[in-house]
């Protein structure tokens, strides 16, 4: 199982960026598909979601409007879109899987690719 997260960078503010999560061993259908951040010196929050349909995405508040989170279930794979992006979007960014495998709940996740917004 794993997930690859790829398309981070540096970028300057008001700039774009679209970030892609490749998953192996799993299929995404069977999980809801998450994107968190950690910025430097904070926690990691979640940003973005959709759930196994695909349907009804979460946003977080700081970022609705300007991120846009995807998926194509053939590539099985995720995307984060991200617009007129700010200085305090820099952060580390990771693709998570969360659901149940096996009769147990399971959390992967993959292992982040920096974004970073110059002023």
């Known amino acids: 199982v794993q997930l690859v997260e790829s398309g981070g960078g540096m970028v300057e503010s008001g700039g774009s960026l679209r970030l892609s999560c490749e998953a192996s061993?799993?299929?995404?259908?069977?999980?809801?598909m998450k994107w968190f951040r950690q910025a430097p010196g904070k926690e990691r929050e979640s940003i973005a979601a959709?759930?196994?349909?695909?349907?009804?995405?979460f946003y977080v508040d700081s970022v609705k409007g300007r991120i846009t989170i995807s998926r194509d279930n053939l590539k099985n794979a995720i995307y984060l879109q991200m617009n007129d992006l700010k200085p305090e979007d820099t952060a580390v960014y990771y693709c998570?899987?969360?659901?149940?495998?096996?009769?147990?709940?399971?959390?992967?996740w993959g292992k982040g690719t920096l974004v970073t917004v110059s002023s």
């Open positions: 061993g799993f299929k995404i259908t069977d999980y809801h």
């Open positions: 998570n899987a969360a659901g149940v495998r096996a009769g147990e709940g399971v959390d992967y």
């Open positions: 959709t759930t196994r349909a695909g349907d009804k995405p």
